[in-house]
């Protein structure tokens, strides 16, 4: 169990839907960052938070948006969703947004798009 | 350019026996650290080992090794005495400081009993 908690573990959904994608980071940690793995894409950056702020972004949608509350849990919604969109949403965390700590995992939510 | 490449999709073992797996990675920051992962079939991703780059002796931690040759950028995992449980697909990543995770496409390992 590496700390990093996601909700839910499993989603379906329909074309056109909105979801929201939970994650609370290991204690002391005080980044975010959120993962989209397909089976055609590989493990995708999509973005990160440190201590609340948007540190770096990466090949996430429009579609898709994000942010890190004051307690340091975080969000990712997903809107106006395509069967593209099925993928499994990995949550993961480290200390520090800088430097080259450790990011450790949350166990994922596999969101299916019907 | 990539900045992680893992050229091995699929590779095979005999129980009991070590394997390598390759990494190779491209970056002009002297600062960076190497990481390896392991996703079972189950989809959780599993931190194994990590190598910083200033470094000097390769990070070990149980039976993962990563042999770190930094002239030749090169990460490459070694794991001894496969267990079947080691069946599994392992990513390399790297980051630089202040900056992203790469990860590379991923080895799908199997250890044939």
């Known amino acids: 169990d590496s700390g990093v908690t996601q909700t839910p573990k499993h989603l379906i959904t329909a074309t056109g839907q909105r979801v929201t994608l939970r994650c609370s980071p290991r204690?002391?940690?005080?980044?975010v960052y959120w993962y989209q793995q397909s089976l055609d894409q590989g493990l995708q950056f999509l973005i990160q938070?440190?201590?609340?702020?948007?540190?770096a972004k990466g090949n996430i949608l429009e579609r898709f948006s994000a942010q890190q509350f004051p307690d340091l849990h975080s969000e990712l919604n997903l809107s106006s969703l395509e069967l593209g969109d099925s993928a499994l949403y990995f949550c993961?965390?480290?200390?520090?947004?800088?430097?080259?700590?450790?990011?450790?995992f949350g166990p994922g939510t596999r969101l299916t798009v019907l | 350019a990539q900045k992680i490449t893992q050229t091995q999709p699929g590779m095979f073992v005999q129980e009991k026996e070590a394997v390598t797996l390759d990494c190779t990675y491209d970056?002009?920051?002297?600062?960076?650290?190497l990481f390896w992962y392991k996703q079972p079939s189950s989809g959780e991703m599993i931190f194994l080992i990590y190598?910083?780059?200033?470094?000097?002796q390769n990070a070990t931690e149980g039976r993962y090794s990563l042999n770190f040759q930094k002239a030749r950028k090169s990460a490459n995992l070694v794991i001894s005495a496969s267990q079947l449980g080691d069946s599994a697909m392992y990513f390399c990543?790297?980051?630089?400081?202040?900056?992203?995770?790469?990860f590379g496409t991923g080895t799908s390992l199997t250890v044939i009993p």
């Open positions: 970056t002009s920051d002297p600062s960076y650290g």
């Open positions: 990543a790297m980051r630089e400081i202040g900056y992203q995770f790469y």
């Open positions: 938070y440190y201590n609340g702020e948007e540190r």
């Open positions: 190598q910083g780059s200033y470094d000097q």
């Open positions: 204690s002391g940690d005080l980044s």
């Open positions: 993961a965390s480290s200390i520090t947004g800088t430097g080259v700590d450790t990011q450790y």
